[in-house]
C-alpha cells in the first residue's frame, strides 16, 4: 500500500504561481511512478502531468505544457507540481497517484493505469 497526501493547494490571482506537495508513505517511494491530474466542477477527471520513478522522464498535457513542472526527491518521498502563470481554467482539486514502474524512464498519462491516489487539495485561481 502507498498512501498519498496532497498539500499546497490555495487561492491565487491569475498569473500567479503555486506548488502543490505530494508526500507518499509505505512502500519504496522510488519504485513507483508518479502524477498529477485535476477535475474541475462538473467535468471529468484529466491528467496534467507524469515523471518517472528516476525524475529522468516527465510528460505534461498540453494545456500546462510550459507553465507547469513536475518533479520529485526520492529521498523525501515527495512529488511536486510547480504552477505558474495560472488561469481562472486551472481551478480544479488536484490529486497525485502513484503505480508500481520500476523502469527508469517510464511516465504514464492515463487515470486507469494508477493504482494509488490521495484526497486532493483545492487550487482556485481568480481573474
Known amino acids: 500500500q502507498v498512501q498519498l497526501v496532497e498539500s499546497g493547494g490555495g487561492l491565487v490571482q491569475a498569473g500567479g504561481s503555486l506548488r502543490l506537495s505530494c508526500a507518499a508513505s509505505?512502500?519504496?517511494?522510488?519504485?513507483?511512478?508518479m502524477g498529477w491530474f485535476r477535475q474541475a466542477p462538473g467535468k471529468e477527471r484529466e491528467f496534467v502531468a507524469a515523471?518517472?520513478?528516476?525524475?529522468?522522464?516527465?510528460y505534461y498535457a498540453d494545456s500546462v505544457k510550459g507553465r507547469f513542472t513536475i518533479s520529485r526527491d526520492n529521498a523525501k518521498n515527495t512529488v511536486y507540481l510547480q504552477m505558474n502563470s495560472l488561469k481562472p481554467e486551472d481551478t480544479a482539486v488536484y490529486y497525485c497517484?502513484?503505480?508500481?514502474?520500476?523502469?527508469?524512464?517510464?511516465?504514464?498519462?492515463?487515470?486507469?493505469?494508477?493504482?494509488?491516489w490521495g484526497q486532493g487539495t483545492q487550487v482556485t485561481v481568480s481573474s
Open positions: 497517484a502513484a503505480v508500481f514502474s520500476p523502469k527508469r524512464t517510464v511516465v504514464f498519462g492515463r487515470e486507469y493505469e494508477y493504482d494509488y
Open positions: 515523471i518517472s520513478w528516476s525524475g529522468g522522464s516527465t
Open positions: 509505505g512502500r519504496t517511494f522510488s519504485s513507483y511512478a
